[in-house]
């Protein structure tokens, strides 16, 4: 079992900047991908980034390439997501996740076993 939990979380004007925190317990965090979703009501949760055991590799989904970065810090047993040039569009509640596999099934909730509760994220324009 792996346990999450997110941090980071509030309300930034659009333009700025917030940086997202999960921490891992239970089973070594270092073994598993890490991945951030996000999701709005009503819609499916969306893939935003993930980042492979050992840091070297990453996907970014579209709508936040150029403008978020993902890091993991497995002394630390925590990961980030750094989020900048924030958009109305990027409202929604973000979610870190764990997967013991990397590959395009990284990009897909169907591969990730453990999941967080949520950090909202809310941008005002």
């Known amino acids: 079992q792996v346990q999450l939990v997110e941090s980071g979380g509030g309300l930034v004007q659009a333009g700025g900047s917030l940086r997202l925190s999960c921490a891992a317990s239970g089973r070594t965090f270092s073994s598993y991908v890490m991945g951030w979703f996000r999701q709005v009501p009503g819609k499916e949760r969306e893939f935003v980034a993930a980042i492979r055991w050992s840091g070297t590799s990453t996907y970014y989904g579209d709508p936040v390439k150029g403008r978020f970065t993902i890091s993991r810090d497995n002394a630390k047993n925590t990961g980030y997501l750094q989020m900048n040039s924030l958009n109305a569009d990027d409202t929604a509640v973000y979610y870190c996740?764990?997967?013991?596999?990397?590959?395009?099934?990284?990009?897909?909730?169907?591969?990730?076993?453990?999941w967080g509760q949520g950090t909202q994220v809310t941008v005002s324009s």
């Open positions: 996740a764990a997967s013991p596999s990397w590959g395009s099934v990284a990009t897909r909730t169907s591969g990730y076993e453990y």
